[in-house]
């Protein structure tokens, strides 16, 4: 069985920009359950939300999904501010947060989720952006632009956390937080205030994370069928008029 060269360069370049969506997707995941040590399984509720918020701008005002994600950081930041201080005198400061904090964000998960059908119901919705039908072509190589943008905006989210972690204050105190919480107390750091912040982060990852998939797929209010991929019927992204062809 012979594999054509331009679609097997065509798979590779796919699966490098379905990549960007997924690196997205797991940024805030990554800080709540890698440093914080938080089971935020609510997560792709917020990505969810943060999809439908781009698709109602888009709808109403015509402003691109990404714009729309990157105005939406402040309000998910304080969002995320706000269920971590719930959390933490809920069930944190008393010790109780493995299994009643788990239960605690699924009861968000379930709330969004619910909340969501009923304002939007099981339809279908999608949003418009000049570059969601264009390609740029390079050789054998078509970049389809409503994968490349996705992918360039999860990047460039990214670089932005590497800088603000790695390069101020606030951020290496995250990085000693996830390490040594005592240690930090020693040099005068609230410890709860730091993973505030940091939740607070990686809540709102969940905006750019909502908005990514917009472009190239279905938006469903249904986590349960929370998928990127567009070639698989049995899920909501599945779309005959954004079918990846190469």
């Known amino acids: 069985m012979e594999v054509s060269f331009d679609l097997l360069i065509g798979a590779i370049v796919a699966g490098l920009l379905l990549g960007g969506f997924y690196a ?28 439908y918020i781009a698709y109602i701008v888009n709808l ?49 998960l379930f709330v969004t989720e619910v909340v969501l059908l009923l304002a939007f119901g099981v339809d279908y919705r999608y949003v418009e952006a000049p570059y969601i039908g264009p390609s ?19 990047l460039t989210m990214f670089a932005a956390l590497q800088i603000f972690i790695t390069r101020t204050f606030i951020g290496r105190a995250i990085l000693a937080v996830s390490q040594d919480q005592f240690a930090l107390q020693l040099m005068a750091v609230d410890p709860v205030r730091i993973k505030r912040i940091a939740f607070g982060l990686s809540i709102a990852t969940a905006s750019v994370a909502g908005a990514l998939p917009a472009q190239r797929s279905s938006i469903h209010a249904s986590t349960r069928r929370f998928s990127p991929y567009p070639g698989h019927r049995n899920l909501p992204w599945a779309s005959r008029r954004n079918q990846l062809t190469w």
């Open 136 to 154: 740029l072509h390079f050789g054998p190589v078509d970049l389809p632009l409503r994968m490349l943008v996705p992918c360039l905006a999860a």
């Open 24 to 51: 997205a997707v797991t940024a805030g995941i990554s800080i709540s359950f890698g440093m914080l040590d938080i089971v935020n399984i609510a997560h792709p509720g917020f990505i969810i939300l943060g999809s």
């Open 60 to 108: 109403e005002f015509g402003v691109d999904p990404v714009i729309v994600s990157v105005v939406m950081l402040p309000v998910f930041y304080l969002l995320g501010t706000a269920i971590y201080q719930v959390y933490y005198l809920s069930f944190e400061k008393r010790g109780q947060e493995s299994l009643r904090g788990l239960a605690f964000f699924f009861g968000v």
